[in-house]
């Protein structure tokens, strides 16, 4: 969503559907004849001229059951017949959007509150300080790097002077352990294609180290800061790197000032096309640490390799190799690797491992650290010979530090009601930094000082609004089988339940996501319109452990929308608004929930904002890295989820005669992640269904990807669309 993913949330895996921080009864599946979608009996004739949109007889048979897909051939994005369909929307849409006579007031009031100074999280490496910068309006930040922290910074990269349109993102830093070199990841037009360079820090100079093809990876240096190992698949076919498959990939070593070819393969399993691998170098240099991935499910492997004697010198060690829970490196003392894990702990625990035991794989014979606590534990640093554990308490930070065996030493006190995230650093410093946020508090970074257990501010923005005015509340409300949900309201002080107030209600209930609190500049001009934000907190997030991610997957998914049309009821039914003035949103899975309340329900939104989603819940795991989600999912070639897919998948349960709410499908045409071919045939059988008057339009970003690294400047534009689109069809005003 617009509301970027908090900064933890933003931290999750990337292959997964992470968009980076926006009611009586449920309808089953509709019905259709063989071949159809829902959408063959002529809709009322509609108020807009919708581009003609060619409908083919092509038709798939799962499981015996025949299912139309007469839009398949935009999926084939570079045709001249998709282009030409993507020309005509934009067409009609851009000219919609161009008369809303509030869009300029709106576009003038994003443009000033987005205009602040803002800073990313400060870590240190080789006696240096490296740390982000953005002077307000900069397409991208800008990478800074200092001697200390009261010098001048310099600038080290400045990605906007490599692109004229700021569409050219840094994706990626690591740092050499001697401060001499930098690795990093540059992406293009939002792909998730990233190409990785070598840049000599003292000089700001690169070096020839040029790396393709890498996705879903960092860069880890050696102790020796000679190399750093990088996980990257084969070259794409021509014309194919944006929808083929990701598959097969393989995790080298590049040694600095060597070509690509010359990189050593250290680890590949060709037995496993699916397996992808982050690696991770222990702070004393010993360990490779392999975290081995399937999908997006929250259950991997996790392999070592001794570097004592060199790269590949001895072989990797498959430590963890079950699957069975989350394992995820924290630290590491000698042979003994401190490890974050749910295997037998469902909100999660630290344990610690001697890799050199014969017994090291069995959990038996693991030392609890931190033991399982009633709070989520979402991540744990090893800093300063400490273990800082930062848990989620209702969807809020608690942090909490540790001593090596796992006493607790104290609490580290925060602002307020929001999300903390950072906390890095190595093993023998004194101090790390974190940021604190919440839905009215500016993105602060802070020092913390690991000795005394102060924190202080390193830097605050000044944004150009008046906090006091406005108040968060955290409610709980029933969802349809009885289960308890979270959910954040923010709104001006004084807030009247009329009934009547204009309401944007977000979700994204998926692949153990926390949506937790956190400063948006959209979100910020919602609320000076007079808008209540309503965020809920579903299951399928990460919210309360794995039992509650698990509640909303594969054949429980409808919970997740269950949750999202009881949050709806209950803020009708607790008249903070209605129907009419009720709005919905959400990116990437959280598209793909939109689209699934608003077709379930669509008598109870006013208005809905699919952002990026994923629309065709058949054919989804076809394209790039979609596979990844059949764990979340599950998979029309299973018989019993192709039944619960077809159920709610928002392409097939459109159907013809019913009024939708007014509708912005929102997506982009290098998105690799979600690739637009699902948005594209929504809003087409979105316009051949839909029979009242309310416009069904997309609006399609060039350029542009599923949302990482996009342009503040194209930012601005798209929420200047959004909330105009919103407030027209609301009825609102400036």
């Keep these: 969503m617009h509301r970027r993913l908090s900064p933890l949330a933003c931290l999750t895996a990337a292959f997964a559907l992470v968009a980076c921080k926006p009611a009586a009864s449920t309808s089953g599946p509709t019905e259709t004849a063989p071949g159809g979608t829902g959408t063959d009996v002529v809709a009322a004739k509609s108020a807009y001229d919708y581009p003609s949109t060619r409908k083919a007889d092509t038709i798939d048979t799962y499981h015996g059951t025949q299912v139309g897909d007469p839009y398949r051939w935009l999926e084939e994005l570079d045709t001249d017949e998709t282009r030409a369909w993507v020309e005509a ?31 990313g999280v400060p870590f240190k490496e080789g006696g240096k300080y490296f740390y982000s910068r953005n002077d307000g309006l ?9 001697d200390n922290l009261g010098a ?79 996980s990257r698949y084969d070259e794409p076919k021509e014309g194919e790197a944006l929808k083929q498959k990701n598959e097969f990939q393989k995790l080298y070593y590049h040694k600095v000032g060597t070509p690509q070819d010359k990189d050593v393969l250290v680890y590949e399993r060709k037995d496993h096309p699916q397996w992808g691998f982050g690696g ?38 498959e430590l963890l190799n079950k699957f069975d829970a989350e394992y995820n490196f924290v630290g590491s003392n000698g042979s003994t690797l401190y490890i974050q894990t749910t295997q037998g702990a469902a909100r999660a625990k630290v344990v610690a491992i001697d890799v050199t035991k014969k017994d090291a794989s069995d959990p038996a014979a693991w030392k609890v650290v931190i033991p399982e606590a009633a709070e989520t534990l979402r991540s744990v640093s090893h800093v300063g010979g400490k273990l800082i554990a930062s848990y989620l308490k209702d969807a ?3 942090v909490r530090v540790f001593d090596q065996s796992g006493k607790l030493e104290r609490d580290i006190a925060l602002p307020g009601l929001g999300t903390a995230g950072g906390f890095g650093g190595r093993a023998k410093d004194t101090e790390t930094f974190y940021a604190f946020t919440s839905y009215t508090w500016p993105t602060t970074i ?33 969802s349809k089988d009885g289960t308890k949900v979270p959910m954040f309201l923010t709104h001006k002080k004084g807030l009247e339940k009329n009934g009547q107030n204009p309401t944007y209600l977000y979700g994204y209930g998926g692949f153990n996501v926390a949506i937790t609190p956190g400063f948006s500049v959209p979100d910020l001009m919602w609320l000076e319109l007079g808008g209540v934000l309503a965020v809920a907190n579903l299951r399928g997030g990460g919210e309360y452990g794995e039992a509650w991610h698990e509640a909303g997957t594969k054949l429980h ?29 959400g990116r990437s899975n959280g598209g793909l929930l939109v689209g699934a309340a608003m077709t379930q329900r669509p008598d109870l939104f006013a208005v809905a904002l699919p952002g990026v989603g994923v629309m065709d819940m058949l054919r989804f795991h076809k394209f790039t890295i979609g596979w990844a989600w059949v764990s979340d999912y599950g998979s029309s070639d299973d018989a019993e989820q192709f039944k619960a897919l077809h159920a709610y998948s928002p392409l097939h349960n459109l159907k013809s005669g019913t009024k939708y709410p007014a509708t912005l499908v929102y997506t982009a045409d290098h998105d690799d992640r979600v690739v637009p071919g699902h948005s594209y045939k929504f809003a087409a059988a979105l316009q051949a269904a839909q029979a009242g008057d309310k416009p069904a339009l997309i609006r399609i970003d060039v350029r542009a990807g599923h949302g990482a690294g996009k342009p503040t400047s194209k930012q601005i534009e798209e929420w200047t669309d959004l909330w105009g689109f919103v407030v027209h069809n609301l009825g609102m005003s400036l």
């Design 446 to 478: 802070f020092r913390y000082d690991l000795k005394t257990g102060q924190s202080e501010i390193f830097r605050q923005p000044k944004v150009a609004f008046d906090p006091a005015k406005y108040e968060t509340t955290q409610v709980f409300y029933t």
């Design 396 to 398: 809020r930070s608690e």
């Design 280 to 317: 991770e170098v222990s702070d004393d240099g010993r360990w490779l640490v392999i975290r081995v991935w399937e999908g997006s499910a929250d259950k991997n492997a996790l392999f070592v390799h001794d570097l004592s004697g060199g790269v590949g010198k001895k072989p990797v060690v």
């Design 138 to 146: 900069q397409n991208q930040s800008v990478l800074y790097v200092a």
């Design 89 to 119: 929307q934009n067409k009609l849409t851009f000219g919609v959007l161009g008369s809303i006579k509030q869009r300029d007031g709106i576009r003038t009031r994003l443009t000033e509150l987005w205009n602040y100074e803002r800073y």
């Design 557 to 585: 998914k409808q919970n997740v929308f269950d949750d999202f049309i009881g949050a709806a009821e209950y803020l009708v039914a607790e008249k903070v608004t209605s129907p009419s003035k009720l709005a919905i949103g």
């Design 152 to 230: 001048e910074p310099r600038v080290l990269i400045d990605p906007n002077t490599l692109s004229q349109d700021g569409t050219v993102a840094l994706t990626g830093t690591a740092i050499s352990q001697n401060g001499k070199y930098m690795a990093y990841g540059l992406a293009a037009a939002g792909s998730d294609w990233q190409e990785y360079r070598v840049r000599e820090i003292a000089t700001g100079k690169d070096l020839d180290d040029h790396l393709k093809w890498i996705k879903f990876s960092g860069a880890a240096w050696t102790k020796d800061s000679k190399g750093f190992f990088y």
